[in-house]
């Protein structure tokens, strides 16, 4: 808008910056970027999900438990990984809560973003549903599976007590 | 690996809204700057590095840009990028290269233009600079998002407080508004950081550094282009140590530390000469990564300024202003001089420079004593880590 009537007025996409009055020109270029993004070799972790559970890649060979899930083992250099379920429960380890969004996530309220230790092992980052300010540490978590906005489903952190 | 490097020219753009220049008039105001005080003009540098994360800024290839604006064809260049840690990555490029013997005179630059884009643009960039499929895709984190999982951490661990956090800032504005190129100028209180908005709990705007345009620029040298030359102004890069964190920080050991900085000044001490039991008796002071306030109390923890859990003491009985233990940020940190991400390390290095020289502004001088400065730059959340060591006295 600025810049079609700035061009009807100067010839020219200009604009004044407020502040410091010095002139601007205002790119006519505009780059969306959306990635593609290859989930071929973890799909079984979206079939997991899909049936409520939390799948991850464990090594064959030298046992190593990978969270999220990993296609080729770095310790034993192997890639015969074997998918094995998690126990959806854990420790919560720390939190924010995002108040400045960026904006692909202007759509959502403040949004609390936690850590948790599975009892299993690994380490789980996830929204975290519920009023932040009644979560203490060592607070107990559950792993659900939850819908998004968009309509897809997500994993979030749910407090447990 | 023998050839000594030391830095005999710097320049430093005023950092802030630069809406009065184009990246390459803004790398110009410290390019200039830095030949002058080096004595050597563009015809006599073997090789640049530019240090600029890019992507909010329209101009991506500043190497060759520059090499127009100030004179550098047909010389060889490379752009390097490590997040936050850009500008010391830049400068890590330039020091290997004349340890290795293939230059003898390297200019660095560090530069970004963060607002060529709105700031809503830069929130959405910047929170990329971790796990982007794990950790920004579905769960949106904003950079000051990746640090107050760390603050949370420490205040639970510490008992720290968000009043101690803001006492960073307080420092940071201090000294800012003594350092003329600094984007905010003005001391604060606070009372001004606790009543600022929440940006990302416990971190409210006070707590974190700016989206800033700047440019900095650093002409290094060897040992033999210094005798060449005859500089008597200089400083000697007395070691620098490296480190990377994992991705996702889900993977991460606890959230009071980064293990990648540990690494990095463990190395950086070591080739330095440096006691890392008891670093604080070496170094007239220090410039640490600020990207947030409760990142410079972290870092203090890390660099072994005091032991774990004591950083936020050396908050409340002010041991990190100049007088204390050891001084900390007294250019203003990335808090309030700004982060132009690219720029912000090798605006460390001119900060070590102006020190140890003792060419700093009234009331932000340090005694210089020991002759050794630090610099601590740390790229996205521990994600990368670099550590360097500058002197006056070379190895
Ligand atoms: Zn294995």
Redesign the pocket.
Known sequence: MEQKKSIEEFGFPLVVDEKSGALQWLDVRELNIRYTISIENIKPFYEGLRQGKLLTTR?K????LYFPPQKD?Y??F?SDMEWIELKREGTLETLTVIFVRPPSFSMYDPYTVAVAKLDDGPKILAWLKGDPRKIRPGQRVRVEIGRRKEGYMMYELVPLG | MSENVAIIGTGHSKFGTRKDVNVAELCWESIKPAFESAGVEPKDIDYFVVGTAGMWSSEAAVPALIAEYAGLEPKGSMRAEAACATGSAAIRVGYTTIKSELADLVLVLGVEKMQESPSSTVIELIGRFGSYFWEFENFGLTFPGYYAMYGTAYMIKYGATEEDFAKVAVKNHYYGAKNPYAQFQREITVETVLKSPYIAWPFKLYDCSPITDGSACVILASEEKVKELGVEEKVWILGQGTGTGTANLSKRKDFTSLPSVVHAAEIAYKIAGIDKDDPVKYLDGADVHDCFTAAEIIAYEDLNFCRRGEGMKLVREEQTYIGGRIPVNIDGGLKAKGHPIGATGVSQAIEAYKQLLQKAEPGRQADIVKGRWLAHNVGGTGHYAYVTVYGLEKR
């Open positions: 090594c060979k030298c046992n190593e083992c310790k034993c192997s």
